[in-house]
């Protein structure tokens, strides 16, 4: 309608900046994707070059293959990161419920608690966090990552969707209670299905830092079948010699679980995103 | 079947106190209006009722049954919200059959209920659709649609007109008033508007500041108010007051009378006064007037009249309909 606010100057200035943001976002993931097919002499020699018939080689992806469990750090990684995901958002939920729906002494303060744990990065208590899980026999189990990690989200969790569980309208939950309807099936069947893309968000926000995490697994569960994948990528780095194309084949071959669980979520992140913007 | 009592109900919110001392009857079959601005409790009573909030003290009885612990679901009650409340995932037909799959009524049951109520309701054509897909008026249709298939002792409507525009308001308005009829069930109905709560009511009930103010109906509101809260709130345009000094009326504090019952005239008449401005409705004409003796005064005339701003006219009172009230505003007598 008005040409005004659509001129092609403007338009193209708002794409070249988008395509310029873009391309710096994804510059590190093309170089890592584009040299792991190369050979080490091609890496070194033109690293910003793509891989040509001359220098193309999977020696780093047969290298990271034949080396220990690749296949068993991915299943501890994807273990760990989907249990995770799955309790942040269960117990997040259920406690941003309780506390957006009812009226009781310390509410506010119990809220602010919980939120606490944004503000205080965890890895400060990671000590006491070591001794505990040590006299609870829980070192070098996924077990220990997975609580670690539930207790890094939570925080988060309950911040976001709390705010979003206060948007969902009480007449909606009165009108589940007349029907009949138990706490637990106005929360299941009628609340998160509403906040499904709040829900999204927070795993997304969840998913990323559990997913590249070393210092919890190098720390707690440092054994050879308990291994993540960030932590069995590091086994190629080594003080003096690193095996750079093991190292990039087994990046980006990490990076596709993450795509697939972004992928997943992104539809519902998206909605979330925008949500409240166009009503 | 369905009576209520309500005995000396008291809500409060951390020390802010609600409603404080409700005593109601409520008989089998009669249209309750709660009426009131906003703020006077009358939806927190409508949900005390519902048990969706606990009294702080006071009985709640349905059927002469105590049901301060019953939960909502058991109270026989069903609810109209204002904001509808349709569950966003479920069809019309499985929104209006919730209730009763979750009493585990048996299927056939549910369908022919959700039947009957869609042929009384006109929402036979819907019953597949979510409630994304309706309009306003048609979401409010299926609300109503789920309070009656759960066949309850109680209807209770909390504000259900107030998202609709003006022409489907009256709509929905007649289609309650109809089902009223022909369900002859006992309906407690929530509104600050007070046409629909003179329209509807066979009792009014006037909440001013969690108290009772007065409870008839309508026409007893309107033609023998309780005190001056009542007089001014029932009645549009609003009651004009004058104090009784000004009238040399000494037994009364406040004189009120409504504006259809006072008569202008340009030639003569008992309060000289001129006109500020002119409302012309078609059938009526609304005019206000300062008027030398009694201060500011609004006059509703029937059919058209060509006053204008700034004419000199003469207002007379109708005799015996004026209103009296003392110091406390409670009424002295009232008009006949």
């Known amino acids: 309608m008005s040409k005004a606010r659509t001129s092609l ?63 068993g750090y ?9 249990v995770s995901i799955a309790l942040v958002l269960l117990f997040g ?147 003096f010699v690193t095996n750079w194309n093991a190292v990039l084949s087994a990046l980006s071959l990490a990076i596709f679980p993450v795509l697939v669980l972004y992928v997943i979520f992104s539809r519902q992140l998206i909605r979330g995103i925008t949500a409240g913007a166009v009503k | 079947m369905g009576s209520l009592h309500l005995k000396s109900i008291r809500k409060a919110f951390g020390g802010h106190e609600v409603l404080k001392g409700i005593d109601l009857e409520v008989k089998d079959g009669e249209f309750v209006i709660f009426v009131g601005p906003s703020g006077c409790g009358k939806s927190t009573l409508l949900r005390t009722i519902a048990g969706l909030e606990d009294a702080t003290s006071g009985s709640v009885r349905i059927d002469g049954v105590e049901v301060g612990h019953v939960a909502p679901a058991k ?39 959700v039947a009957k109520a869609a042929g009384m309701l006109s929402l036979e054509p819907y019953l597949a659709r979510r409630p994304a897909e309706l309009s306003g008026g048609q979401r409010q249709r299926v609300a109503i649609g789920r309070a009656i298939v759960r066949e309850p002792k109680l209807f209770l409507f909390d504000e259900p007109l107030s998202n609709l525009d003006a022409a489907l308001r009256v709509n929905t308005r007649l289609e309650i008033a109809r089902l009223h009829r022909s369900l002859k069930a006992t309906m407690i109905y929530v509104t600050h508007d007070q046409v629909e709560a003179m329209t509807l009511a066979d009792k009014i009930v006037v909440l001013n500041a969690g108290r009772i103010e007065q409870v008839g109906s309508p026409m007893e509101l309107y033609n023998r108010p309780a005190n001056l809260f009542v007089a001014g709130f029932i009645g549009s345009p609003q009651m004009n007051f004058i104090e009784g000094e000004r009238l040399g009326d000494t037994s009364a504090k406040t004189v009120g009378i409504r504006p259809e019952h006072i008569g202008l005239s340009r030639e003569g008449g008992d309060w000289k006064g001129k006109v500020v401005h002119v409302e012309h409705l078609g059938a009526d004409t609304i005019v206000y007037l300062e008027s030398d003796r009694v201060g500011p005064l609004t006059a509703r005339l029937f059919g058209e009249h060509r006053y204008a701003a700034d004419d000199i006219v003469h207002a007379t009172p109708v005799i015996g309909a004026m209103h009296r009230f003392d110091a406390d505003g409670r009424v002295v007598s009232s008009a006949q």
């Open chain 1, 93 to 239: 939920a259920m406690a941003a419920f309780a506390l957006s729906e009812y009226r009781f002494r310390g509410n506010t303060l119990m809220g602010l608690y919980l939120a606490l744990g944004i503000m205080i990065p965890i890895r400060l208590g990671t000590v006491a966090i070591l001794q505990g899980m040590v006299a609870s026999n829980l070192v070098n189990t996924l077990t220990a990552l997975i609580l670690v990690y539930t207790a890094q989200g939570l925080p988060l969790a309950v911040f976001i969707l709390s705010e979003f569980m206060r948007t969902v309208s009480d007449d909606l939950k009165n009108a589940g209670r007349i029907d009949g309807l138990s706490e637990y099936a106005i929360f299941f069947r009628l609340v998160l299905p509403l906040v499904r893309p709040a829900m999204a968000t927070v795993a997304v926000f969840t998913m990323i830092p559990i997913w590249n995490d070393l210092w919890f697994p190098l720390i707690l569960a440092p054994a050879e079948p308990t291994k993540t994948i960030t932590l069995g990528s590091q086994i190629f780095i080594g003080q």
């Open chain 2, 75 to 113: 109270r026989g009650i069903a609810m109209v919200f204002q904001s509808y409340a349709l569950y966003p995932h479920l069809t019309v037909k499985d929104n209006m059959g919730l209730g009763l799959k979750q009493a585990g009524a048996a299927k056939a049951e549910i369908d022919e209920k």
């Open chain 1, 9 to 71: 100057a403007r338009t193209g200035a708002v794409h070249f900046a988008l395509i310029a943001y873009t391309l710096i976002a994804l510059f590190p993931v093309f170089l890592t994707i584009a040299n792991s097919f190369k050979s080490r002499n091609a890496i070194f020699r033109e690293p910003l070059a793509i891989p040509t018939p001359e220098t193309f080689s999977l020696i780093g992806y047969q290298t990271v293959l034949k080396q220990g469990d690749f296949i």
């Open chain 1, 74 to 82: 991915f299943q501890n990684s994807v273990i760990v990161t989907v």
